[in-house]
């Protein structure tokens, strides 16, 4: 089982048809599984983990 790191959590809204019916409905976080250099498996967004790389490139 991964860890999750980041804090997101999904956002509930409204689906809304033709007839302007209200559904609910969720969107969930964008969170992929990455493995860290001590080779634990961790859960992260990808806004995250774009920044990480950014971070790692420019190191």
Do not use: Y
Request: hydrophobic content about 25%.
């Amino acid at each position: 089982m991964a860890k999750k790191v980041t804090s997101k959590t999904p956002l509930f809204g409204n689906k809304r048809s033709h007839s302007c019916k209200a559904t609910k409905h969720a969107q969930k976080p964008n969170l992929q599984k990455i493995k860290t250099d001590d080779g634990q498996s961790v859960r992260v967004s990808t806004r995250e983990l774009r920044t990480l790389k950014k971070i790692e490139k420019s190191a």
